[in-house]
């Protein structure tokens, strides 16, 4: 029991919940497979614990939940995501931005500009933008090729 025991741990640490199923003998190393007294199975009792790994993985892999998409919170007050610059682009024509105005990122992501000082007129079209956090949870985007940014706060 204690053999099964490692054996199924060393297959759940590592990939056995992949797609296909590889024996012992491929997943362990020479020394593993000798230390684990494997080497010491008949061909019919490895095959034996082979098929019992399998359906022990498959079923195992049939009970864990799907894997959900990690949702981008960066810019959000409470946000607990990763944080560091978002790079993304503005579609269509752009002429700039003034206070209270909205922009849609290619992303899917909308900001909201919130500095009254902040105005910048341009007459682009598809530019890059970069939002970046600044200090006490204040986020900035720029335009590429100026040097104008706005303080934003992310609505969606």
């Known amino acids: ?13 590592g990939s056995a919940l992949a797609q ?4 012992l003998e491929e997943r362990m190393t020479e020394a593993e497979f000798k230390a ?11 095959a034996a614990l082979n098929a019992f790994v399998r359906a022990e993985t498959s079923e195992l892999a049939s009970t864990l939940p799907a894997a959900t998409p990690a949702v981008d919170q960066r810019g959000f007050h409470s946000s607990t995501g990763p944080d560091g610059a978002i790079f993304s682009s503005i ?5 700039g931005w003034e206070n209270g105005q909205r922009f849609k990122l290619d992303n899917g992501q909308i900001w909201k500009v919130t500095d009254s000082t902040a105005r910048l007129r341009v007459n682009l079209t598809d530019p890059k933008v970069t939002i970046e956090p600044g200090a006490f949870s204040a986020w900035y985007l720029k335009v590429e090729g100026y040097n104008s940014r706005a303080r934003v706060t992310r609505i969606k």
């Open 1 to 13: 029991m204690l053999l099964i025991s490692f054996v199924l741990t060393a297959l759940i640490g």
């Open 20 to 23: 296909s199923f590889s024996s």
């Open 36 to 46: 684990a007294g494997l080497d010491k199975l008949t061909p019919a009792e490895l």
């Open 91 to 95: 579609s269509g024509e752009f002429r």
